[in-house]
Each structure stands twice: as structure tokens, then as C-alpha cells.
């Protein structure tokens, strides 16, 4: 006591120093002890195997068993909106090519429909050569499906039809010859790609008519139930067929002579009216899709 009371501040300083020492030593024990339970119970949910809750396992089952059968509604719907692939030998399909594409020239004749002179739907090259036995098939599903285009534009009278281009399949095109591999380089592109669910034929057409005759075109096309198409992409411009030459002079003058009318004003309550503008017709170009479902 002599000594704390002859050095004072020494001993608080050292009490201080002790009190903390052991503050510090107590907190860091506590800390130690939560990191060791908290690792313990990370170390056994990590080493837990889930087990879900029955009664919301037993939803999860539902759900999945109604989403896959939603899916499977949803196919067998897609695949009625598809024309059939139909067995057919290369001469088959050169036959039915024929008789497809006089079917459509009587009905564009019956219907007043321009046609491009020499027109076969698209299919040229196989009206003089039959198509390979593993094209023919698709070749005949895709004749169908243009077929169908021709029958929606003559039934809506178009004026004409200005051109019609399809995009060849890849089954008529011919093995290109494999790349020579160089030493000491991966090839590229060998990624196995899985099947694919859709397949898209691809069809470039351009037709002359009124505007109300292209919108019910279009309307037609996108909402058909025999095919799915869709319209990727569209471009029109106006055509002035019947006023051109009219409306590049302007009207004609009205006489402004009265003479032989007896000095009266003439009627023209009853006289029908002449429209320099409203005439004109639009030139549409459509880049149509096919849609072919392989699931």
C-alpha cells in the first residue's frame, strides 16, 4: 500500500493495463467459441442431405406433371398448323410440280392474277432434273406450303404477282469436301449442336394490288391455320397504275363557254366526279418463313 500510495499513477496505469488484458482475453474467447459453433454448423448442413417437406413436394410434382402436359398440348396444337411431310420418289415430286404449278396458272387465269412468265412456284431447276431421294420429301412439304402462299393471293385477286423466290433446302445442296486439318490447331466449330425443334424455309415473294388487298394478304398469311408463316420482314411502295398519266398533266379544263346553253349555267348536280388520286396501287415485298416442327 505504501508503494500504490508513494506511485500512484504507476499503479492505475498497471491496474488499467491489467483490467484490459483481461477484457481482451474475455472477448477474444467468445469470439473463438461463435466461430467454432458457427463452423460446426456450416461443416453439418453441408454434410446434410435435403429432404423437402412432403405436402409441398407433393405440390411440386403437380406442377411439373400440369407444366409438361401443357407442353405436350402445345406440340400436338403446332404440329396441326404444319403441312405433312409426305413420301414421295424424285419423279413423284417432278409430277406433282407439274400438275401444282398448271393448278395454279388456271386458277390465276380464272382469277385475272398476273403470273411471271416461265413461273414454277420457285422450283425451276426440277422441271428439267429430279431432286435427290432425301430431298424429295421436303421438296414436297415446301411445294405445299408455297402452293398455299399462290392459292391466299389469287383468292384475294391481287394484280400480279412480280416475283417469287425460295431459299434452296440444305438436303439439295451437295457434301461440301471436309477441310484439310493443320498440324498443332483445334478444328473450329466442332461443338455437337443438339436437334433442332424448328426448321424455317424461307420464301422472297413481291405482288401488285390495292391496299385493301395487300392488308388481307398479309392478314391471311399470318393468321393461317394449315401452315404457320411468319412475315420476318415487309417493304411496300406506292404504284400509281390507272391516274399516271392524268395526274402528270393534270385534269382536263371544264369549258367555260357558255354558248349553246341558252345563257343558263349548266347542271352539274349529276355530273360524276373524277378522282385524280386515290387510285394507286402498292408493290409489296415480303420475306416469308415456313415453319417446319421436328419434335
Known amino acids: 500500500m505504501n508503494w500504490f500510495q508513494q506511485n500512484r499513477w504507476l499503479g492505475s496505469f498497471?491496474?488499467?493495463?491489467?483490467?484490459a488484458t483481461l477484457l481482451s482475453a474475455l472477448f477474444l474467447w467468445r469470439a473463438h467459441n461463435s466461430f467454432e459453433t458457427?463452423?460446426?454448423?456450416?461443416?453439418?448442413?453441408?454434410?446434410?442431405?435435403?429432404?423437402?417437406?412432403?405436402?409441398?413436394?407433393?405440390?411440386?410434382?403437380?406442377?411439373?406433371?400440369?407444366?409438361?402436359?401443357?407442353?405436350?398440348?402445345?406440340?400436338?396444337?403446332?404440329?396441326t398448323r404444319m403441312l405433312p411431310i409426305v413420301a414421295l420418289q424424285p419423279n413423284e415430286f417432278q409430277s406433282r410440280l407439274r400438275q401444282v404449278t398448271l393448278t395454279t396458272f388456271d386458277k390465276a387465269h380464272v382469277g385475272n392474277v398476273k403470273l411471271p412468265p416461265r413461273f414454277h412456284l420457285g422450283f425451276d431447276e426440277f422441271t428439267a432434273?429430279?431432286?435427290?431421294?432425301?430431298?424429295?420429301?421436303?421438296?414436297?412439304?415446301?411445294?405445299?406450303q408455297t402452293a398455299l402462299l399462290m392459292n391466299i393471293l389469287i383468292e384475294a385477286r391481287v394484280d400480279s404477282l412480280t416475283a417469287l423466290r425460295r431459299t434452296p433446302l440444305a438436303e439439295e445442296r451437295a457434301a461440301a469436301p471436309a477441310a484439310t486439318a493443320i498440324p498443332g490447331r483445334k478444328p473450329g466449330g466442332t461443338a455437337q449442336a443438339g436437334p433442332k425443334l424448328i426448321e424455317r424455309q424461307i420464301v422472297d415473294l413481291t405482288f401488285v394490288a390495292a391496299p385493301s388487298v395487300a392488308r388481307k394478304v398479309l392478314n391471311q398469311i399470318a393468321s393461317s391455320t394449315q401452315q404457320f408463316y411468319i412475315i420476318r420482314t415487309l417493304h411496300m411502295r406506292t404504284l400509281d397504275l390507272r391516274n399516271e398519266k392524268e395526274t402528270a398533266k393534270g385534269p382536263p379544263r371544264e369549258p367555260?363557254?357558255?354558248?349553246?346553253?341558252?345563257?343558263?349555267?349548266?347542271?352539274?348536280?349529276?355530273?360524276?366526279?373524277?378522282?385524280?388520286?386515290?387510285?394507286?396501287?402498292i408493290e409489296t415485298s415480303a420475306r416469308i418463313e415456313m415453319l417446319r416442327f421436328t419434335f
Open 14 to 19: 498497471l491496474i488499467s493495463v491489467g483490467a
Open 38 to 79: 458457427a463452423s460446426a454448423r456450416c461443416n453439418r448442413l453441408e454434410n446434410l442431405d435435403p429432404f423437402p417437406n412432403d405436402a409441398n413436394y407433393q405440390k411440386l410434382k403437380v406442377h411439373i406433371e400440369d407444366y409438361g402436359a401443357a407442353v405436350e398440348k402445345m406440340k400436338e396444337d403446332l404440329k
Open 129 to 144: 432434273s429430279l431432286p435427290s431421294t432425301a430431298a424429295a420429301p421436303l421438296l414436297g412439304q415446301q411445294l405445299s
Open 256 to 281: 367555260t363557254s357558255q354558248a349553246g346553253t341558252g345563257g343558263k349555267q349548266p347542271d352539274t348536280s349529276k355530273a360524276a366526279l373524277k378522282f385524280i388520286v386515290g387510285n394507286e396501287h
